[in-house]
């Protein structure tokens, strides 16, 4: 029996962590497991945009290429994929990006009959944390085309300085942010489909709740955080100091935002459907530096003189 292995599965969110499952399955029995997050980040994106826009029953193939893995995602709607921006709450747009940005290869064509192949391939080795020439499209796919900084004439702005963040460290954790941030809005998206009396999923949902409303309520500061580190990192520079604009009453929103990723954690940490959270707990240390830093500033200015 070869090493390539195929498994179907109906467009439902549910599926999500069985699919990330059998991919990091197989990629141990290849022998590839260092290109795992990768592979598992891009695979999300591709198995979205089944259960948004093509809604048909798919296909997940793996199978070993040259030194390292061809990723295909086979369903049944012939219309092709395209890429786009993530706007602030979007739940599509930005899975072609995200592939265009780190794997080696990849490609989209229609199959025979009906439907249509979207393929990947990652290799060991020649893919890094943020690819230097992905950083343009990740730019364009996260779209920050509000004005920054902030005019100070808007309102009473607080500036928060947060020095020397580790610029691929940053962007590495933002990235992985926002795949866990899609998987909870798919979880909302399929809500309807899963009874609530069942512990595990009320749970899931709950926290799934928590932490979209929490992400929306402080979206201006993960904004101007992401595109700190996004300048940065196109810059090439190995340190970022972060220097945000926000009114002192961020500091609820903030605190509020680091709560809801700290349970999204805790679910993942025990093996539940949030199976993107255990990469995000990876990044835990910096996300915590620069949240703490911003709501202990905003906070002294919340404080009577």
Known sequence: MGLGAVRSYPPDPVVLASARSFAADRLRAMGLSEVQDDVQLLLTELITNVIIHARTNFEVRLEPSGAGVRVEVVDGNPTMPAAGTLAPGALSG?????????????????????????????????????????????????????????????????????????????????????????????????????????PQWSTLVEI?????????????????????????AARGEELVTLHLFLPPEAAGPAARYSEAVERAEELGAAGDLLVTADQITQHADIRRRYLDAVIEQLRAHQRPR
């Open 94 to 198: 930005r899975g072609l990006t995200l592939v265009q940005s780190v794997a080696n290869r990849w490609g989209a064509q229609h199959k025979q009959g009906d439907g249509k192949t979207v393929w990947f391939e990652v290799v060991p080795g020649e893919v890094e944390s943020v690819p230097e020439a992905g950083i343009d499209a990740l730019l364009a796919m996260w779209d920050d085309s509000a004005d920054y900084p902030p005019s100070r004439d808007s309102g009473s702005l607080v500036e928060v300085v947060v020095p020397d963040l580790p610029v691929q460290q940053l962007v590495a954790a933002k990235a992985h942010m926002e795949d866990l941030l899609r998987e909870v809005q798919l979880v909302l998206l399929g809500n309807d489909r899963r009874p609530l009396g069942i």
């Open 208 to 232: 799934a709740r928590q932490l979209d409303a929490a992400a929306e309520e402080f979206a201006e500061g993960r904004r101007q955080v992401r595109l700190h580190a996004l300048e940065a």
